[in-house]
């Protein structure tokens, strides 16, 4: 018991995304993941060793950086990525038509001696919220009079949570399985010496209600998508035979 408690070790990452308004229905974003490690391993082979890796084979160091460009062209942003850690480099730009969204796709490294079992995804810190950007040239975002326009006529200073989670959404990919609520259950694995690929999305919804509101927008905005744990546990999960 002792000794497995010694190697059993819950490997966290949390990510937290902050959309910034450039212009008209536009905004970029910025991202920081983090993966926090801590347990008291016993002496013997079995190790662990998990974190983020930008070219699927080695994990990145904990304290120098490589960069990682967002997928999509134009202005997509540029990412820095420790073994633990990712912050926003260079930012990209989302806009509230059909198909905007921004991606960085990464991978996460088992590099240990045990398996490493997916044991949650956690999308309870998302909270989307909008708010004005400091450099914005007005303070106006929402309402109907002058919507779409520079004019502050009668709109409003703020968007309400409510009208802002509707716009914007994040997602995660983890192998092949794709996260944007927290789910009832997971299941996956990375075996030693093995991957996980990674995509982290933030898009525009294109819903109808998303719509609705980018229709009354009125300058910049910034929009704080919250954040995301993911844990990763070497107790395999009851009922897998492993």
Do not use: H
Not at 64 to 85: L, M, S
Not at 210 to 232: C, E, F, H, K
């Amino acid at each position: 018991m002792e000794k497995n408690n010694g190697v059993r070790m819950l490997a966290a990452f949390a990510l937290v995304v902050a959309v910034a308004g450039l212009s008209l229905g536009f905004a970029a974003f910025s991202t920081s993941l983090k993966i926090d490690t801590a347990a008291n391993v016993t002496t013997g082979t079995n190790n662990w060793n998990v974190g983020f890796s930008t070219d699927g084979t080695t994990i990145e160091n904990p304290t120098t950086a490589r960069t990682v460009n967002a997928k999509e062209t134009g202005n997509p942003g540029i990412i820095d990525v420790k073994k633990y850690t990712i912050s926003q480099n260079t930012n990209a730009t989302l806009s509230t038509e059909t198909g905007s969204s921004v991606s960085y796709d990464l991978s996460i490294l088992n590099k240990g001696s045990v398996t490493a079992y997916l044991d949650s995804v956690d999308f309870d810190g998302v909270t989307v919220t909008c708010t004005n950007p400091s450099t914005s040239t007005t303070t106006v975002i929402e309402g109907t009079a002058d919507a779409g326009t520079s004019v502050i006529g009668g709109n409003t200073t703020t968007i309400s949570d409510a009208d802002c989670a509707k716009m914007f959404g994040v997602s995660l990919e983890i192998a092949g399985t794709t996260y944007t609520s927290t789910p009832a259950s997971v299941s996956g694995s990375i075996a030693a010496n093995g991957s996980a690929a990674v995509t982290l999305t933030v898009s525009y919804l294109d819903t109808a209600d998303a719509r609705a509101v980018a229709a009354t927008l009125d300058g910049d905005i910034i929009v704080n998508i919250g954040s995301i744990s993911v844990v990763y546990t070497s107790t395999a999960p009851a009922g897998s035979g492993a």
